[in-house]
């Protein structure tokens, strides 16, 4: 199956979608690509009981209203193809190519999960995977469930996990209290972002709230049943049927390396005041260009929407003032949760690292670099293809990882052999 548009959005989150609809709304033909069943991303996933939230359901009436937008959902990006097009493989068509003329990388972020002694037993997943399996309709309810990492996302986790009737028996942060407590200070400035911490905060009195502490080991016999977290100089041992552990967001440029865009010093795309990547036709907006938060990557959308469409040659004042003010939000909320030496301190050797290859920590440190590691080890060459581990690798030893290879996921021979598909088709 192939088609070709004017400009193809991949991601479906508060980026893409404002992305589309701009571009949409300028008359270009419009195509968006998600991996997920529904539009929405993680901040506005949906799902059985998770009806889709006001902002979404405003931007989905404005892009129902546009003929010339076509949705791929369920549909994974599985190569990029030259010159200017994409293999997809769709749940419900198989193997797609779609050509572009212009490409908007809405891809997100994904979870920083860092090894703990245990971490591989049922009942641990990161915080942003227990909002998704809560939304995507696993119960909870009753379960004792244990909180931590660092960042805002475990107040949206502890919220989801709350309203989904789970006991939160702690959160666990890793962050101290006063640089805390510097931040929510700083709230003032940005009022939507104080109510809505004071939202998720929602009967935060009697919670247990961690500071300055870190995960160390989960224990069970066949899952989870409690968790060891080091407090300072102190352990503190508490019983669980759940550990939600994730160590912030890392961007997600998969796709963005393999196109050849330039990445930054926090390894996120590079783009200019235009939103345009170092690829010319190739433009990036949301978490992927840096974790900012929703309102920001909706700014950054919309302005990626109107360039791509030729809609816009000039930034808008307001565009610009907004996506100003919530860079300067996304930077404090850089500086409040940078990884102290507690998490990012070593676990045991016997740690393991790589769970797609069962490799332990002490198996790749005993290498000088990620290449090193994978040759000697395999670590890294799993059906994840480093994500998970390369990160871990990256926050630990500083190692600049190997970008994955496509197909980015496991695809069918069909999709494989769609690659070399004759001319592209026009959309219908």
């Known amino acids: 199956m192939n088609h070709r548009y004017d400009v193809v959005v991949v991601g479906a989150g508060p980026a893409g979608l404002h992305a589309a609809r701009a571009a949409a709304q300028a008359g270009a033909r419009v195509a968006l690509v998600d991996d ?16 889709p939230q006001a902002p979404l359901r405003e931007v989905q009436r404005a892009l129902e209203a546009h003929a010339n937008l076509t949705v791929w959902s369920a549909a994974r990006v599985v190569a990029p193809l030259a010159p200017r097009a994409l293999l ?4 419900e068509h198989g193997g797609i190519r779609v050509g572009y003329e212009r490409l908007i990388l809405a891809t997100g972020a994904r979870e920083r999960l860092l090894p703990f002694a245990g971490w591989t037993l049922p009942g641990v997943t990161g915080a942003g995977a227990l909002q998704a399996l809560i939304k995507g309709g696993t119960p909870v309810r009753g379960e004792r469930v244990v909180i931590a990492g660092s960042g805002p996302l475990l107040l949206a986790s502890l919220a989801t996990a709350r309203a989904a009737g789970a006991q939160v028996a702690a959160v666990v942060e890793q962050a101290s209290a006063v640089t805390l407590a510097r931040f929510a200070a700083s709230l003032v400035a940005t009022p939507a972002k104080l109510l809505q911490a004071a939202q998720l905060t ?4 009697g919670l247990r709230y961690l500071t300055g502490s870190v995960v160390r080991e989960a224990r069970g016999a066949g899952k989870v049943e409690e968790v060891t977290v080091l407090r300072g100089e102190r352990e503190i041992t508490l019983a669980c049927d759940r550990i939600a552990c ?28 235009m939103q345009r990547t170092s690829v010319e036709g190739v433009l990036a907006a949301g978490e992927c260009t840096g974790v900012g938060g929703m309102e920001l990557a909706r ?26 003010r919530w860079q300067r939000f996304a930077q404090r909320v850089e500086d409040t949760f940078t990884l102290t030496e507690a998490a990012r301190a070593l676990p045991a050797d016997d740690t393991l690292l790589c769970r797609c290859e069962d490799v332990t920590l002490g198996d790749v440190r005993a290498h000088s670099d990620w290449r090193a590691a994978r040759l000697h080890t395999r670590c890294g060459m799993g059906a994840c293809q480093g994500r998970i581990c390369g990160t871990a690798c ?3 030893f500083g190692w600049q990882t190997t970008q994955p290879r496509p197909p980015f996921q496991p695809a069918q021979i069909g999709t494989l052999m769609a ?10």
């Open 88 to 91: 997809l493989e769709s749940a």
């Open 299 to 324: 700014v950054e959308g919309e302005i990626a929407g109107g360039v791509a469409s030729a809609a816009s040659s000039e930034l808008p004042g307001t565009l610009r003032a907004q996506r100003a």
């Open 419 to 428: 690659a070399s598909a004759p001319e592209l088709a026009q959309p219908t």
């Open 246 to 273: 994730g160590y912030g967001l890392v961007p997600n440029v998969t796709l963005a390396q393999a196109l050849g865009c330039t990445l930054d010093a926090r390894g996120a795309i590079q783009v200019d005041d």
């Open 202 to 205: 929602r009967g935060f009195a």
């Open 36 to 51: 997920n069943p529904r539009v929405g991303g993680q901040v506005w996933r949906q799902g059985p009981g998770h009806a």
């Open 394 to 396: 990256s926050t630990y």
